[in-house]
């Protein structure tokens, strides 16, 4: 992707068709943290889009399996409605980090000094990837049910859809943001930076600009914070 200086993201608005996609250029010289959360946005962005329609069929037919159960459905008829909907994504998450670690530490690497690590398989990148003490392997563990799938009992396609979005976007970014991690070398000082729009949750909002001497977790579901290597005091 390392074109003479200049690094070429390629966001994916549909998925193949050239005339949706948008590219923007971005000088690779003078990567400072604004065009780094850019750019990180748009690739995790694009995992995201990729992993949604790989699981769009399995998405409609759980969708269609929840619609049609009566309203003193069993949970073990919950459990077996949305237990493929859990591991497809558990396996889509993990494949698609799987196929882009590299791209996410590239990247990185053209923020700071950083070394390529070894790859890492999909279920030990599902194990890497952390939200608060939990890692991302554990929220999609069959438990009888998972923890993904307990919040979807006697829920319709709005939340299903939701939730579906909101556990893609907490496995990318936490796995991402550990794969970062790894990739930089072993900075002396973290940076904590929010979107700094109106989503950003309370937990995160207090935090934006933080300074801490040792990596982080990502803080909750959905966490789209950036972590930094930072040369800040
Ligand atoms: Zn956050």
Request: aromatic share 6%; glycine share 6%; proline share 4%.
């Amino acid at each position: 992707m390392l074109t003479a200086g200049i690094l070429r993201v390629v966001v994916g608005m549909g998925h193949i068709s050239t005339t949706t996609n948008k590219q923007i250029f971005i000088d690779c010289d003078s990567m400072d943290e604004d065009k780094f959360i850019a750019a990180d946005e748009l690739l995790l962005g694009d995992i995201e889009q990729e992993i949604y329609s790989e699981i769009a069929d399995v998405v409609e037919r759980t969708i269609a399996q929840m619609e049609s159960l009566p309203d003193d459905a069993a949970d073990s008829d919950y459990d077996a409605a949305l237990g493929p909907l859990n591991d497809a994504l558990a396996s889509q998450i993990g494949y698609a980090m799987f196929l882009h670690q590299q791209d996410v530490s590239d990247l990185a690497m053209r923020f700071a000094a950083g070394t390529m690590p070894r790859m890492r398989s999909p279920a030990q990148l599902m194990a890497a990837g952390r939200i608060s003490g939990e890692t991302i392997a554990s929220h999609f563990e069959r438990r009888s049910p998972s923890r993904f799938m307990a919040n979807l009992f006697g829920q319709g396609r709005k939340q299903i859809e939701a939730q579906v979005r909101a556990a893609i976007a907490s496995g990318v970014w936490a796995i991402a943001g550990n794969t970062q991690q790894i990739t930089w070398d072993e900075p002396a000082k973290w940076k904590w930076l929010t979107k700094e729009d109106e989503m950003v949750c309370g937990i995160c909002r207090p935090l934006n600009g933080v300074i801490f001497t040792e990596p982080k977790e990502k803080a909750h579901w959905a966490c789209r914070c950036e972590l930094l290597p930072s040369a800040g005091a």
